[in-house]
């Protein structure tokens, strides 16, 4: 059983930019939520999605977008890219929507906006 | 608006003493789950322990144990018998029950364990 994986490690992008971070769900869940980790900081709650489909947002702007494919791997875009983007972006794939089910989280992907 | 905090941004500990992080939240939920999550350096965030606000037992994992103290909102974590591998981010953690929850974690900001060999 391969656990949460996220591509890439590290990125460096240019203020204006777009970019996409990967995350392949750990084998069997059908849940993924993204989560965002400023230096020194918890993370903070983007948005989750459940068998394709966005289930739920934190407060984060329309240019933070996902998707969640059949096989549940999924991505998350954040277009017109932002210094205070840099940040460690998380995700963590469950079994279900329930509270209940724990959170497995990937290692996450280091972005750096110049 | 539910939070989570974290007082303590660092503690230190000697190897084989115990140590307690302290956690306060705030809800006007009822029925919540609260979890203490272990961060290690450039490793991947892993859950410690968990408790249902309904359970008034405290959770045991091991060496690790909670004080939940549901009408205080307060949900400390204590470590036992410290090791070198507990030196590592804690985070604290939230997340309402029910239906209409996403099942989203409401983070601490974090407290730093060092483990002094």
């Known amino acids: 059983e391969t656990g949460v994986t996220q591509s890439p490690t590290h990125l460096i992008k240019t203020r204006g930019q777009q970019v996409t971070l990967r995350c392949s769900s750990q084998?069997?869940?059908?849940?993924v939520s993204w989560y965002q980790q400023a230096l020194g900081q918890g993370p903070q709650f983007i948005f989750q999605?459940?068998?394709?489909?966005?289930?739920g947002r934190g407060n984060f702007p329309p240019r933070f977008s996902g998707l969640q494919f059949p096989n549940y791997s999924s991505e998350l875009n954040v277009n017109a890219l932002e210094l205070d983007d840099s940040a460690l972006y998380l995700c963590a794939s469950s079994l279900g929507l329930a509270v209940s089910y724990e959170q497995y989280f990937g290692p996450g992907t280091r972005l750096t906006v110049t | 608006a539910q939070t989570v905090t974290q007082s303590q941004p660092e503690m230190s500990v000697q190897e084989a003493e115990t140590v307690t992080l302290s956690c306060t939240y705030d809800?006007?939920?009822?029925?919540?789950?609260l979890f203490w999550y272990k961060q290690p350096p450039s490793r991947q965030m892993i859950l410690v322990i968990r408790q249902e606000a309904y359970k008034q037992q405290n959770a045991t994992e091991n060496r690790f144990s909670v004080n939940f103290q549901k009408a205080a909102k307060s949900f400390s974590l204590k470590i036992s018998d410290s090791q070198l591998g507990d030196a590592a981010m804690y985070f604290c953690?939230?997340?309402?029950?029910?239906?209409?929850?996403?099942?989203?974690?409401?983070f601490g900001q974090g407290t730093t364990l060092q483990v002094k060999p």
């Open positions: 084998s069997g869940h059908n849940t």
């Open positions: 999605y459940y068998r394709e489909e966005e289930n």
């Open positions: 953690a939230y997340s309402p029950h029910g239906s209409g929850n996403t099942g989203k974690l409401i």
């Open positions: 809800t006007s939920e009822s029925d919540y789950y």
